[in-house]
């Protein structure tokens, strides 16, 4: 069975740092095209990045452009999510799924919602990060 387990979440402050993994296991990780999904409290899950399978196209949510960087390893089988410049506002359980749809599905989406069972084949367990003060 697939199997999606993300880690490196924690508590930083304003401007700090963070590098999320996502170790994928259960599907051949290098024909996948990958994304990162995030939810706030009380929110519905909203998309941040995505990646395509070779790891050389990558699109992102304008409020994280310039501050979030995805990519993966393959020969790891692992994912990963640099996010730098972190606001407050980028507090949320951080996911990592594969695609449903094209690649290019998700950055022309009008607004950023998304729905893990349709819009996404699996899913982890989500990593937790806070930006506070």
């Known amino acids: 069975e697939v199997q999606l387990v993300e880690s490196g979440g924690g508590m930083v402050q304003p401007g700090g740092s963070l590098r999320l993994s996502c170790a994928a296991s259960?599907?051949?990780?290098?024909?996948?095209?990958m994304s990162w999904v995030r939810q706030a409290p009380g929110e519905g899950p909203e998309w941040v990045s995505s990646i395509n399978a070779g790891g050389d196209s990558a699109y992102y949510r304008d409020y994280v452009k310039g501050r979030f960087t995805i990519s993966r390893d393959n020969a790891e089988n692992t994912l990963y999510l640099q996010m730098n410049n972190l606001k407050p506002e980028d507090t949320a359980l951080y996911y990592c799924?594969?695609?449903?749809?094209?690649?290019?599905?998700?950055?022309?989406?009008?607004?950023?919602?998304?729905?893990?069972?349709?819009?996404?084949?699996?899913w982890g367990q989500g990593t937790q990060v806070t930006v506070s003060s």
């Open positions: 259960g599907l051949t990780f290098s024909d996948w095209d």
């Open positions: 799924a594969t695609n449903a749809w094209a690649l290019t599905w998700y950055p022309n989406m009008t607004h950023p919602s998304v729905r893990f069972e349709t819009d996404f084949g699996s």
